[in-house]
Protein backbone atom coordinates (compact mmCIF):
# COMPACT_ATOMS: atom_id res chain seq x y z
CA UNK A 1 0.00 0.00 0.00
CA UNK A 2 1.26 3.51 -0.58
CA UNK A 3 1.40 5.82 1.81
CA UNK A 4 -0.92 9.16 2.07
CA UNK A 5 2.36 11.01 1.98
CA UNK A 6 2.88 10.34 -1.37
CA UNK A 7 -0.33 12.46 -2.34
CA UNK A 8 0.38 15.39 -4.83
CA UNK A 9 -1.92 17.55 -4.70
CA UNK A 10 -2.27 21.71 -4.77
CA UNK A 11 -4.89 23.66 -3.17
CA UNK A 12 -7.65 22.64 -5.31
CA UNK A 13 -7.86 19.85 -4.21
CA UNK A 14 -6.64 19.64 -0.40
CA UNK A 15 -10.13 20.14 0.91
CA UNK A 16 -11.48 17.46 -0.89
CA UNK A 17 -8.82 14.91 0.68
CA UNK A 18 -8.65 16.38 3.97
CA UNK A 19 -12.42 14.83 4.25
CA UNK A 20 -11.41 11.78 4.02
CA UNK A 21 -9.84 9.74 7.26
CA UNK A 22 -9.23 6.35 5.07
CA UNK A 23 -5.74 5.19 4.89
CA UNK A 24 -6.88 3.16 1.90
CA UNK A 25 -8.38 4.95 -1.24
CA UNK A 26 -9.84 1.80 -2.17
CA UNK A 27 -11.48 1.32 1.05
CA UNK A 28 -12.95 5.10 1.09
CA UNK A 29 -14.28 5.08 -2.37
CA UNK A 30 -16.52 1.68 -1.79
CA UNK A 31 -17.19 2.87 2.06
CA UNK A 32 -18.26 6.69 0.42
CA UNK A 33 -20.08 5.39 -2.61
CA UNK A 34 -22.48 2.75 0.19
CA UNK A 35 -22.90 6.34 2.31
CA UNK A 36 -23.78 8.67 -0.63
CA UNK A 37 -26.33 6.35 -2.57
CA UNK A 38 -27.80 5.81 1.34
CA UNK A 39 -28.40 10.10 1.69
CA UNK A 40 -29.76 10.40 -2.07
CA UNK A 41 -32.08 7.13 -1.38
CA UNK A 42 -33.57 9.22 1.71
CA UNK A 43 -34.39 12.52 0.11
CA UNK A 44 -37.83 13.22 -0.50
CA UNK A 45 -39.18 13.61 -3.84
CA UNK A 46 -39.69 16.77 -2.64
CA UNK A 47 -36.50 17.94 -2.30
CA UNK A 48 -35.14 17.35 -5.71
CA UNK A 49 -35.83 20.56 -7.38
CA UNK A 50 -34.68 22.45 -4.07
CA UNK A 51 -32.25 25.07 -4.35
CA UNK A 52 -30.81 26.40 -1.06
CA UNK A 53 -30.18 30.13 -2.71
CA UNK A 54 -31.00 31.88 -5.60
CA UNK A 55 -28.68 30.90 -8.56
CA UNK A 56 -27.41 27.55 -6.46
CA UNK A 57 -28.03 23.86 -8.21
CA UNK A 58 -30.53 22.02 -6.96
CA UNK A 59 -30.39 18.68 -5.60
CA UNK A 60 -30.78 17.24 -9.01
CA UNK A 61 -28.28 19.63 -10.62
CA UNK A 62 -25.74 18.79 -7.84
CA UNK A 63 -26.32 14.92 -8.57
CA UNK A 64 -25.20 15.69 -12.37
CA UNK A 65 -22.75 17.62 -11.18
CA UNK A 66 -21.08 14.67 -9.16
CA UNK A 67 -21.70 12.32 -12.12
CA UNK A 68 -19.66 14.20 -14.81
CA UNK A 69 -16.82 15.40 -11.78
CA UNK A 70 -16.63 11.57 -11.26
CA UNK A 71 -16.23 10.67 -15.13
CA UNK A 72 -13.64 13.33 -15.01
CA UNK A 73 -11.68 12.28 -12.12
CA UNK A 74 -11.94 8.79 -13.54
CA UNK A 75 -10.55 9.81 -16.88
CA UNK A 76 -7.52 11.58 -15.48
CA UNK A 77 -6.56 8.58 -13.45
CA UNK A 78 -6.68 6.37 -16.51
CA UNK A 79 -4.74 8.67 -18.43
CA UNK A 80 -2.52 8.86 -15.88
CA UNK A 81 -2.20 4.98 -14.94
CA UNK A 82 -1.09 4.44 -18.77
CA UNK A 83 2.12 6.72 -17.93
CA UNK A 84 0.61 9.16 -20.55
CA UNK A 85 2.64 12.65 -19.78
CA UNK A 86 0.40 14.68 -22.26
CA UNK A 87 -0.91 17.37 -20.12
CA UNK A 88 -4.75 17.28 -19.60
CA UNK A 89 -6.75 20.45 -19.00
CA UNK A 90 -9.05 21.52 -16.47
CA UNK A 91 -13.13 21.47 -16.77
CA UNK A 92 -15.50 24.11 -16.17
CA UNK A 93 -18.13 22.59 -14.20
CA UNK A 94 -20.48 25.61 -14.37
CA UNK A 95 -20.06 26.05 -18.02
CA UNK A 96 -20.65 21.61 -17.94
CA UNK A 97 -23.87 22.16 -15.85
CA UNK A 98 -25.22 24.99 -18.10
CA UNK A 99 -25.39 21.88 -21.09
CA UNK A 100 -25.81 19.01 -19.14
CA UNK A 101 -29.37 18.47 -18.68
CA UNK A 102 -29.42 17.15 -15.24
CA UNK A 103 -32.62 19.58 -14.27
CA UNK A 104 -34.76 17.67 -16.41
CA UNK A 105 -33.61 13.99 -15.74
CA UNK A 106 -35.38 11.53 -13.60
CA UNK A 107 -34.27 10.67 -10.28
CA UNK A 108 -34.21 6.97 -10.07
CA UNK A 109 -32.23 7.33 -13.43
CA UNK A 110 -29.25 10.04 -11.58
CA UNK A 111 -29.33 7.05 -8.51
CA UNK A 112 -28.87 3.94 -11.10
CA UNK A 113 -25.83 6.00 -12.85
CA UNK A 114 -23.95 7.30 -9.66
CA UNK A 115 -24.14 3.55 -8.87
CA UNK A 116 -22.61 2.36 -11.93
CA UNK A 117 -19.90 5.22 -12.62
CA UNK A 118 -18.84 4.30 -9.07
CA UNK A 119 -18.57 0.33 -9.62
CA UNK A 120 -17.07 1.95 -12.55
CA UNK A 121 -14.27 3.74 -10.48
CA UNK A 122 -14.04 0.87 -7.90
CA UNK A 123 -13.02 -1.69 -10.78
CA UNK A 124 -10.72 0.91 -12.47
CA UNK A 125 -9.08 1.42 -9.26
CA UNK A 126 -8.25 -1.91 -8.15
CA UNK A 127 -7.20 -3.00 -11.54
CA UNK A 128 -4.37 0.24 -11.23
CA UNK A 129 -0.82 -1.29 -10.02
CA UNK A 130 1.58 1.00 -7.78
CA UNK A 131 3.26 2.18 -10.46
CA UNK A 132 0.22 3.36 -12.45
CA UNK A 133 -0.60 4.82 -9.54
CA UNK A 134 2.51 6.61 -8.73
CA UNK A 135 3.22 8.23 -12.15
CA UNK A 136 3.24 11.80 -12.03
CA UNK A 137 1.12 13.84 -15.07
CA UNK A 138 -0.08 17.50 -15.42
CA UNK A 139 -3.42 18.11 -14.96
CA UNK A 140 -4.52 21.79 -14.96
CA UNK A 141 -0.99 23.15 -15.29
CA UNK A 142 -0.10 21.20 -11.99
CA UNK A 143 1.34 17.70 -11.23
CA UNK A 144 -0.98 15.09 -10.71
CA UNK A 145 -1.21 11.13 -9.77
CA UNK A 146 -4.21 8.56 -9.81
CA UNK A 147 -3.03 7.88 -6.61
CA UNK A 148 -4.17 11.44 -5.24
CA UNK A 149 -6.95 11.10 -7.45
CA UNK A 150 -8.49 8.00 -5.55
CA UNK A 151 -8.71 10.38 -2.57
CA UNK A 152 -10.14 13.44 -4.40
CA UNK A 153 -13.15 11.10 -5.71
CA UNK A 154 -14.57 10.10 -2.50
CA UNK A 155 -13.47 13.47 -0.89
CA UNK A 156 -15.45 15.67 -3.75
CA UNK A 157 -18.80 13.37 -2.73
CA UNK A 158 -17.66 14.21 0.74
CA UNK A 159 -17.81 17.72 0.52
CA UNK A 160 -21.03 17.45 -1.48
CA UNK A 161 -22.29 15.43 0.79
CA UNK A 162 -21.33 17.76 3.38
CA UNK A 163 -23.18 20.66 1.50
CA UNK A 164 -26.41 18.59 1.11
CA UNK A 165 -26.88 17.80 4.62
CA UNK A 166 -25.90 21.17 5.97
CA UNK A 167 -27.97 23.54 3.62
CA UNK A 168 -30.27 21.28 1.03
CA UNK A 169 -31.99 18.85 3.86
CA UNK A 170 -32.38 21.00 6.89
Do not use: C
Not at 99 to 128: M, N
Amino acid sequence: MIPRTEIIADDAYNNYIALIRENDFREAIKKNGKEFRKLLEGISSKKYDHAYAEGKWTIREMLQHILDAERVFAFRALHLSRLDGTPLPPFDENAWAAHDGGATRKWKDLLDEFKAVRQSTELLYDAFTDEQLRFVGTVRSKPLNAFTIGYIIPGHVTHHMRILEERYLK
